[in-house]
T-cell receptor, first 108, second 114 residues
């Protein structure tokens, strides 16, 4: 069954702006992961945040996790046209369960 | 370095025909292996996972099956394909102590059942 649910479903921004994507989940987790998928391609792991962590950075990516609200956010700063892709959150319990994804379009 | 190979990249098969998709992993031992399916505009659905040779867990009852004949080989099969089997199939691997590395996915197989 689906665990993570991303919000919004689609996001369109101008290059240089920040993109914020949210994810909510239902049950306790070991960690939460964000993945990126370019059209017709496999998924690429972006970042993993453990259940005892609140914030994590990787380059232009910033992930937060609020286990009390069962939610996470992915922030991409100074977006580029090449960031255009679908983004998925996935919760890790026994195995990885994905949300439906967010389609991000960055206009040059 | 660890790599994952998945083939074929695209496949068009008639209804009722058999299916065999193969996935192999290099550069790691005893990985956890996974088959996911992604329908158009949908998220990923876990189909099967394996923690070792011959050990297969099925998440969704359907006409698909999986086998792991070798440590780094994972095969997805069907005896008779249905139209509803169309989708994008992704193989992935992880290690027990995943650290911060997450799962590594193959490039996927686009299956169209006609």
């Amino acid at each position: 069954s689906q665990q993570g649910e991303e919000d919004p479903q689609a996001l369109s921004i101008q290059e240089g702006e920040n993109a914020t994507m949210n994810c909510s989940y239902k049950t306790s987790i070991n960690n939460l992961q964000w993945y990126r998928q370019n059209s017709g391609r496999g998924l690429v792991h972006l970042i993993l945040i453990r259940s005892n962590e609140r914030e994590k950075h990787s380059g232009r990516l910033r992930v937060t996790l609020d286990t009390s609200k069962k939610s996470s956010s992915l922030l991409i700063t100074a977006s580029r046209a090449a960031d255009t892709a679908s983004y998925f959150c996935a919760t890790d319990q026994r195995e990885l369960t994905f949300g439906k994804g967010i389609t991000l379009s960055v206009r040059p | 370095s660890q790599t994952i190979h998945q083939w074929p990249a695209t496949l068009v098969q008639p209804v009722g025909s058999p299916l065999s998709l193969e996935c192999t992993v290099e550069g790691t031992s005893n990985p956890n292996l996974y088959w996911y399916r992604q329908a158009a505009g949908r998220g990923l659905q876990l189909l099967f996972y394996s923690v070792g040779i011959g050990q297969i867990s099925s998440e969704v009852p359907q006409n698909l099956s999986a086998s792991r004949p070798q440590d780094r080989q994972f095969i997805l099969s069907s005896k008779k394909l249905l139209l509803s089997d169309s989708g994008f199939y992704l193989c992935a691997w992880s290690v027990l102590d995943r650290g911060g590395n997450g799962y590594t996915f193959g490039s996927g197989t686009r299956l169209t059942v006609v």
